[in-house]
């Protein structure tokens, strides 16, 4: 078997079989393909059924160099999941991936945002014009509903369960799951798509697409990040933000009033509440109240 087929049959068993998400299938193949320029440097050809664990670890080796420990870590993560594969299909009787572990990372979490902070970006944002009111409600529905970038650029029209108050969002691994909108989101979503989407035209295969640019083609992760990057700076936020920091802010501001783990789990779509224990934290100043008001050694009172 060649890398070329390899790959092919990989991609496609982690589309059909696996149901994973285009970014992370994408993800995989990048990591193959920078272990195969790697390859191509040697003088020692080697095929996915015969390259060994030491052949692996010198190209580890060499990225360490060149990125961080997180993306190291899914590195190794791509490559153990393509090799086990093999393994799994009958190219292969053993994972070079095995003996290699992946470094230890701290989990840094990212900065959430203030109601007022929230207020101040949506605040900045130029109403003169279309783009402003798509801006804004863009804002509003990450924030409200604790969207991904992916899920909100591919939100469509026949997502929108208004009257039962929810929309229904395609998440990772091609899986939907209903969330609730406020009614102020609603009422913003409502507006411009009746007074600002129906002036634009949408390309073929965007018809049912909600955000939209001005030549009506869906907006792009990149562009997203644009936005709020430009707002940030209007502002003098220093702080780090993409649709990521709206999200969190979102999940942290339910935990911090009172929602439960489980229920915020199934809002944000992590399939592991391990995932949303990372994401969404207490603050320490919450965690030693707690102690101090609940714990029975916190109390007052002589035993």
């Known amino acids: 078997m060649n890398w070329k087929q390899a790959l092919y049959d990989f991609v496609v068993f982690t589309k059909i079989e696996r149901g994973l998400a285009e970014n992370s299938i994408n993800s995989y193949k990048r990591d193959i393909k920078k272990l195969l320029k790697h390859l191509d440097l040697l003088e020692k050809k080697h095929s996915p059924t015969t390259i060994d664990s030491e052949t692996i670890k010198d190209f580890i080796y060499e990225q360490s160099k060149l990125i961080s420990s997180r993306s190291q870590a ?7 999941n393509f090799f086990d594969y093999l393994v799994f299909e009958d190219y292969r009787k053993d994972n070079p991936m095995d003996l290699i572990e992946s470094p230890n990372i701290s989990k840094k979490l990212p900065d959430t945002l203030s109601k007022s902070e929230i207020d101040a970006l949506i605040a900045a944002i130029d109403l003169s014009h279309p783009q402003g009111e798509r801006n804004k409600t863009i804002i509003e529905t990450i924030y409200s509903c604790g969207l991904r970038v992916s899920e909100l650029i591919n939100l469509q029209l026949s997502d929108l369960f208004f009257d039962e108050g929810f929309i229904r969002i395609l998440g990772k691994g091609n899986k939907y799951r209903f969330v609730p909108i406020h009614h102020t989101t609603i009422k913003r979503l409502n507006l411009y798509i009746d007074e600002i989407r129906s002036e634009t035209i949408p390309i073929k295969d965007d018809e049912d697409i909600i955000f939209l640019n001005r030549r009506g083609k869906r907006l792009t992760r990149q562009m997203i990040f644009i936005i709020l990057k430009d707002l ?19 999940a942290t501001y339910l935990l911090q009033h009172g929602a439960d783990l489980r ?3 199934q809002l944000l779509g992590h399939e592991s509440i391990t995932t949303t224990e990372i994401y969404v934290h207490l603050d320490k100043k919450d965690l030693r109240e707690a102690v101090h008001r609940f714990h029975p050694r916190g109390s007052k009172e002589e035993l």
């Open 232 to 250: 940030a700076k209007k502002i003098n936020l220093n702080k780090k933000l993409g649709p990521h920091t709206l999200r969190h802010s979102f």
């Open 74 to 80: 899914r590195l190794i993560s791509g490559l153990r």
């Open 263 to 265: 229920a915020i789990q």
